[in-house]
Nanobody, 126 residues
Framework: EVQLLESGGGSVQAGGSLRLSCTAS????????MGWYRQGPGNECDLVSS???????YYDDSVKGRFTISQDNAKNTVYLQMNTLKPEDTAVYFC????????????????????WGQGTQVTVSS
C-alpha cells in the first residue's frame, strides 16, 4: 500500500522555524521526485520545493534562502526545514511524490497524477 505520512506542522510566531517530515512506503522512494506543496485558495496547490536524487532541488522564489529540502533514503523520508517563517507561509502543506518525471509547479491538490500525504497545517502569526 502506498503511503505518505506527514508530521511536523504547527503554530509559530513570525521568524520561527518548523521542520516537516514525510515518510513514504509502497513505491520506489529513491527513484521518485519528492516535494512539498501548499494549498492556496480553493483546491489549488503550489509547489514549494522538490528534490530528486539525479536532478537536484527546486525552490519557489518565495522560500529561497529560508527553506531547505532534504531526503534520507535509508528512512524513506523527505524533510522540509522552514526557517524565518512569515505569516504568508501559513497554509496546509502536502507531501507529494511523482514516480516518473517532475512535480509540476501548480496542481490540483490530491490529483491522481501523484501520491499525496494527508496534509499538515502550518500557521505563522505576526
Amino acid at each position: 500500500e502506498v503511503q505518505l505520512l506527514e508530521s511536523g506542522g504547527g503554530s509559530v510566531q513570525a521568524g520561527g522555524s518548523l521542520r516537516l517530515s514525510c515518510t513514504a512506503s509502497g513505491f520506489p522512494f529513491d527513484e521518485s521526485t519528492m516535494g512539498w506543496y501548499r494549498q492556496g485558495p480553493g483546491n489549488e496547490c503550489d509547489l514549494v520545493s522538490s528534490i530528486r536524487r539525479d536532478v537536484g532541488t527546486y525552490y519557489d522564489d518565495s522560500v529561497k534562502g529560508r527553506f531547505t529540502i532534504s531526503q534520507d533514503n535509508a528512512k524513506n523520508t523527505v524533510y522540509l526545514q522552514m526557517n524565518t517563517l512569515k505569516p504568508e507561509d501559513t497554509a496546509v502543506y502536502f507531501c507529494a511524490a511523482a514516480e516518473r518525471g517532475r512535480l509540476a509547479v501548480w496542481q490540483w491538490c490530491g490529483n491522481n497524477f501523484y501520491r499525496w500525504g494527508q496534509g499538515t497545517q502550518v500557521t505563522v502569526s505576526s
